[in-house]
């Protein structure tokens, strides 16, 4: 069962930055690593659905951002320390949201994933 823990977030001015980090621990299909996993970011804003906004495969050779966050947010990962991190850069208001990491092994393109974190609050005030 993986766990997923993120980081990072917190209250920014517009126009700022922040790394948001996910922490993955358990034991997982690859052993006690995220090795061979998907890890995606993903978003919920007040009153609105969940929705995706960065994917970086197994490998860390491709990656997938959701249009509006292109060009200012980059995703990466460590597999030696087991963590995913999302560096948000010209941080918007309508960037506010709970922002959760998750995890899915070896598929890519999809945005069903089978483990999730519990989210953390990213505020960005103008």
């Known amino acids: 069962q993986v766990q997923l823990v993120e980081s990072g977030g917190g209250l920014v001015q517009a126009g700022g930055s922040l790394r948001l980090s996910c922490a993955a621990s358990?034991?997982?299909?690859?052993?006690?690593?995220?090795?061979?996993?998907?890890m995606g970011w993903f978003r919920q804003a007040p009153g609105k659905e969940r929705e995706f906004v960065a994917a970086i495969d197994w490998t860390g050779g491709s990656t997938d951002y959701e249009n509006s966050v292109k060009g200012r947010f980059t995703i990466s990962r460590d597999n030696a320390k087991n963590l995913s991190y999302l560096q948000m850069n010209s941080l918007k208001p309508e960037d506010t949201a709970v922002y959760y990491c998750?995890?899915?092994?070896?598929?890519?393109?999809?945005?069903?994933?089978?483990?999730w974190g519990q989210g953390t609050q990213v505020t960005v005030s103008s």
């Open positions: 358990g034991r997982t299909i690859s052993g006690y690593t995220i090795s061979g996993y998907t």
């Open positions: 998750a995890a899915v092994w070896m598929v890519w393109g999809t945005r069903q994933y089978d483990y």
